[in-house]
């Protein structure tokens, strides 16, 4: 599900670059919103299955880490691409470049059998 969500982004993305009217936008928060709660939770939720259990704050820890280092790492993306192509429209595409290098790596993720939870019992 986590790489349906990556698509619909990927889609996204290109639907921002053609955006000429307020209703383009309408449409692209729609899309957005119908799949950022979802990926979110199913993120982490299986970012918890992946972590040990005892270490899971420290983990997470570096998990809230990873996502500020993001929140910068996008904009200036963003802005480097703009600045070399001169077309602020298309400089979007540097984001549809993370989504793909992270749906390469998280198809290299092995998920565990048994959740943590369950091999207690």
């Known amino acids: 599900m986590i790489l349906i969500a990556a698509a619909v982004y990927f889609i996204a993305i290109g639907f921002a670059t053609q955006i ?7 449409i692209l928060a729609a899309l957005i919103g119908s799949v ?9 939720s299986l970012f918890a299955k ?18 500020k280092y993001a929140s910068i790492m996008g904009p200036f993306l963003i802005s ?6 001169r077309q602020p429209r298309y400089s979007i595409l540097a984001v549809g470049l993370l989504f793909v290098v992270g749906s390469f790596l998280l198809l290299k993720v092995q998920e565990p059998k048994d959740s943590p939870s369950t091999e207690k019992n």
């Not at 950022?36 to 199913?42: D, I, P, Y």
């Not at 992946?50 to 880490?65: Q, R, W």
């Not at 480097?80 to 192509?85: D, F, G, P, R, Y």
């Open 80 to 85: 480097l691409l703009a600045l070399l192509i």
């Open 20 to 26: 000429s009217e307020a209703s383009h936008f309408y």
């Open 50 to 67: 992946l972590i040990p259990e005892e270490k899971s704050g420290e983990y997470f820890a570096v998990y809230n880490l990873i996502g």
């Open 36 to 44: 950022q709660g979802g990926v979110q939770a199913l993120s982490r």
